[in-house]
């Protein structure tokens, strides 16, 4: 069973635009949701994460907004850039598992 | 970088033979998972250990087992391996367990081929 489902599963945008990835989750459990990059040939990195107790967590051009009676989450990234242009991962982790979304591609066109 | 290394970095296998990948950290941490990464399916947990000698499955778990003889080395084993394995293969370590808010780092990854 998938825990956390991720849209889109692809998505362009163009340079200086906004780029939203959406996650949500089933498991009330869950307490930590972070969000990982991973570009191409390399394991994911983590990116920034977020603790149910807060609403939006901003690191940058990367946002984070929570809305924990939705179970939902996403991520924003403002200005998007050509160096953005990578694979992202949502997570989420309430016992010693971490469980991952199935990934966004995204593509910043210059 | 955190210090986690795959290896082999790259192989090719029969069908119906054993494969071991190996996962060494030089970063004492205690948490140590495998995941693999196929297209569609994201990262997917296939087994983790919390402590030497401790292990668990994840959420893909049949035809892997592993072993944790030092906290050091995670080895995730494909007893007989078959074409729907084919896959990368992620190690990833943490220092405290997910849920406290710590990042899991990841290695670069194991690229396995059955034929």
């Known amino acids: 069973q998938q825990q956390v489902k991720q849209s889109p599963q692809s998505l362009i945008v163009q340079k200086g635009g906004i780029s939203i990835i959406n996650c949500a989750y089933e498991?009330?459990?869950?307490?930590?949701f972070p969000w990982y990059q991973q570009f191409p040939g390399k394991g994911p990195a983590l990116l920034i994460a977020i603790r149910p107790d807060v609403s939006e967590k901003k690191e940058g051009r990367f946002t984070i907004s929570f809305n924990k009676s939705a179970k939902q989450f996403s991520l924003h990234i403002m200005d998007s850039q050509p160096g953005d242009s990578a694979t992202y991962f949502c997570a989420a982790s309430g016992s010693e598992k971490l469980v991952f979304g199935k990934g966004t591609k995204l593509t910043v066109n210059p | 970088d955190a210090g986690i290394t795959q290896s082999p970095r790259h192989k090719v296998t029969e069908t119906g033979t054993p494969v071991t990948l190996r996962c060494h950290q030089t970063e004492n941490h205690r948490y140590m998972y495998w995941y693999r990464q196929d297209p569609g399916h994201g990262l997917r947990l296939i087994h983790y250990s919390y402590g030497v000698k401790d292990t668990d499955k994840g959420e893909v778990s049949d035809g892997y087992s592993v072993s944790r003889s030092k906290t050091e080395d995670f080895l995730l084993t494909l007893e007989s391996a078959t074409s729907s394995q084919t896959s990368v293969y992620f190690c990833a370590i943490s220092e405290r367990y997910a849920a406290t808010n710590t990042e899991a780092f990841f290695g670069q990854g194991t690229r396995l081929t059955v034929v």
């Open positions: 498991n009330t459990a869950f307490d930590y």
